[in-house]
């Protein structure tokens, strides 16, 4: 039995994680979907730090429990979080290089509440292009080994993309993503990291960490997003935006110009004009309006990728949608002989990450 | 509109069951938890009704813990020697299985469910048994003759819990039951045969990745009483020794809290409360490393046990 999809938008959606008041109108049968769709799009966490504020008995006796499992997941990520950034910045300091957070790790350490209960596997660090060979040494030392061993992956990351293959650490298996650019290598677009790292600002909740200064933090967010392929997480990334969004536009009412400004001088307009885009159109996001990129075939792929992904709320046309994306975003990050050969080894080397029984 | 109520899974047809089943409609209950099934392979309705007569189902229940479904990949493996898959919410995480495996499979994946969620419990790989509300906990590696143990315990005045999954409330200690089939690899299915020859098992499934497997029906009190948590006061530890005799070894507390710790799927998420409840465990259960050779010999020496 498919759900109204009209009835589990992405607004509507966005709406419940964000506000007790709505949960509270939920019945059992809302709340079944509500969990189920929120599992798929890995914001189970955000949804259990909403309904902690939830009187107990506005909240059914069979959904507590998946409350109470989700926080005791979102506590042990914060935990292990905070612990392997330790061990990072501790690591980095043998070089005397500041360790710089990207993505899910700069949420939590920089401690934006819209992040609260917000899951990720990995922690993503920028370090300077030229001391890349330096920190891939450092952090072996540390422990942390490197991945993806076959001939072809090591010359994917290393020619062509933006970061190393990522390391996984021998005994904890934790996973760090070591960038040294914003994009790959081969990427259309070139924004500067150097002058990112070089206006990156302290992590008010971790000492001696930074974090990029906000604006950027929103343009690398919206970069991602733009050129991701693959949007397992989508939905949670569009909920990123949409927090960044509100949040610094709340802090400082300059924030749009500084966007504007910053996006200009790193060559990223296109991507925050999506974001703009996709955020006021999706979730509703208060944002300065601006010319809609793309078209009505990339809004219809986007609408479709940008859900949670679930046979609940799937429609016609969701796959074709997001191999679509897929193939354009390839499109982005490199030329066209590249790509085709890129697709053409992935399509006959496809590898199985599920476990085998 | 009032809910369907839950009723026992063995009052329905079998063409009401395949219908439920077909639609993604089945709700089943398994001690706590609820278990929404969506399937077309007739082999795990004809499991279900074997195994699972006890077990309250409804259709379309307003809520489920989890929605499960065992279908077939898209593709020419429909047809030419066909798979099946495991998804929760459209998500498989494992490899698909042939289709003989189909039961098997959603025995193993609703266990993945319960080890990979259900935070709300710390949870260990054990077997558990119960007289009365003093459970013991059996945790054992693989092939250390677990499953046998507990099936012929089971039937033996001991109300089985769970086969697999120790399910512990974090606030109270006590541990909660699932009473779903035993899981039976290789040997253990014609030991069990031969040992309890009235008991339901099922056809055996050859060339799992576990080698051949059988599951064995929970007893029906087992089922009827899998709402009622109950208190642990022994940890042992079995092990099958051919031709050995009977001999009993007391595991120190240190050594007994890093097997558990070894045993459980979620300590690091649960983190200091799980150290809590184990040191609390340990506080007041024995942990006793068991060598055994005779399934009656065991049974014995459980039966003096003691809270």
């Known amino acids: 039995m498919k759900a109204p999809t009209t009835a589990w938008s992405p607004a509507t959606l966005a709406g419940l994680l964000a506000d007790p008041a709505q949960l509270a109108t939920l019945d059992e049968r809302g709340w079944d979907t509500l969990i189920r769709l929120a599992r798929r799009a890995n914001v189970l966490g955000k949804l259990a730090i909403t309904a902690q504020d939830l009187p107990a008995d506005a909240l059914p006796a069979a959904c507590r429990p998946h409350i109470r499992a989700a926080l005791a997941l979102s506590a042990r990520q914060a935990r292990a979080v ?14 005397g290089l500041p360790l710089v957070l990207l993505k899910g790790a700069a949420y939590l350490a920089a401690g934006l509440p819209f992040a609260r209960g917000r899951f990720f596997s990995d922690v993503d660090i920028l370090v300077p292009r030229q001391r890349i ?9 540390h422990g942390w080994a490197g991945t993806h061993h076959d001939a072809y992956d090591q010359r994917y990351y290393r020619q062509w993309m933006h970061e190393l293959p990522p390391m996984r650490h021998l005994r904890r298996g934790t996973v760090v993503d070591v960038h040294h650019r914003i994009l790959p290598l081969t990427a259309r677009f070139d924004p500067d990291p150097v002058s990112m790292l070089e206006q990156a600002i302290p992590a008010t909740h971790c000492e001696g960490v930074r974090v990029l200064a906000p604006a950027d933090m929103l343009l690398h967010s919206a970069t991602h997003l733009f050129h991701e392929g693959e949007l397992p997480n989508g939905f949670r990334d569009l909920l990123d935006l949409d927090g960044l969004f509100r949040h610094f536009g709340a802090q400082d009412t300059d924030f749009e110009q500084t966007l504007d400004r910053r996006a200009r001088q790193l060559h990223l307009a296109t991507p925050l004009a999506f974001a ?3 955020c006021a159109r999706l979730l509703g996001t208060p944002v300065c309006p601006a010319n809609p990129p793309g078209s009505s075939l990339t809004d219809a792929l986007y609408t479709r990728a940008l859900h949670p992904h679930h046979p609940l709320i799937d429609r016609p046309g969701s796959g074709l949608a997001r191999w679509l994306l897929y193939v354009r975003a390839h499109w982005l990050r490199m030329p066209p002989h590249l790509l085709a050969w890129h697709l053409g080894h992935k399509a006959l080397c496809r590898n199985a990450t599920r476990e085998q029984l | 509109m009032t809910p369907a109520p839950f009723i026992p899974l063995g009052s329905l047809p079998r063409t009401t069951l395949a219908a439920w089943l077909a639609q993604g409609q089945l709700g089943l209950r398994t001690g706590p938890l609820t278990f929404r099934i969506h399937t077309r392979e007739a082999i795990v309705a004809e499991n279900l009704q074997l195994l699972y007569p006890h077990h309250l189902v409804a259709n379309d229940p307003p809520f489920a813990d989890f929605h499960v479904s065992i279908e077939r990949p898209r593709g020419l493996r429909r047809w030419l020697r066909p798979q099946v898959e495991f998804r929760l919410d459209g998500f498989a995480p494992f490899l698909s299985l042939p289709a003989p495996q189909a039961f098997a499979l959603l025995e193993w994946g609703m266990n993945w469910c319960i080890a990979s969620h259900c935070h709300q419990y710390l949870l260990l790989h054990a077997a558990v048994l119960a007289r009365g509300d003093d459970a013991v906990l059996l945790p054992a590696p693989p092939g250390a003759g677990k499953s046998t143990l507990c099936a012929y315990l089971s039937h033996r005045g001991w109300r089985l819990l769970s086969d697999e999954l120790a399910l512990i409330d974090p606030d109270t200690g006590q541990v909660c039951g699932l009473a779903r089939p035993v899981n039976l690899k290789n040997a253990a299915i014609g030991v069990i045969r031969g040992v309890l ?3 339901r098992l099922s056809t055996p499934v050859p060339d ?15 089922v009827m009483e899998a709402g009622r948590a109950a208190t642990l006061r022994w940890i042992v530890t079995p092990r099958y020794v051919a ?8 595991i120190a507390r240190p050594e007994a809290l890093a097997m558990l710790i070894d045993n459980a799927f979620n300590y690091d ?3 200091a409360s799980a150290f ?18 005779l399934l009656e010999d065991a049974r014995q020496w459980f039966e003096a046990l003691r809270p």
């Open chain 1, 82 to 95: 905070g612990w392997e950034i330790e061990c990072l910045r501790d690591a980095l300091d043998e070089l």
């Open chain 1, 276 to 278: 703009r885009h996709q």
């Open chain 1, 133 to 141: 060979a330096e920190v891939e040494g450092v952090l072996l030392k």
């Open chain 2, 243 to 250: 031709g050995s005799a009977l001999l009993t070894e007391r």
């Open chain 2, 208 to 222: 799992t990745k576990k080698g051949t497997v059988a599951h064995l029906a929970p007893p029906a009190e087992a």
């Open chain 2, 197 to 199: 020859p009235d008991t």
């Open chain 2, 269 to 271: 998420v649960l983190g």
């Open chain 2, 276 to 293: 809590a409840v184990l040191t609390g465990l340990l506080g007041r259960a024995p942990a006793i490393d068991l060598q055994y050779a």
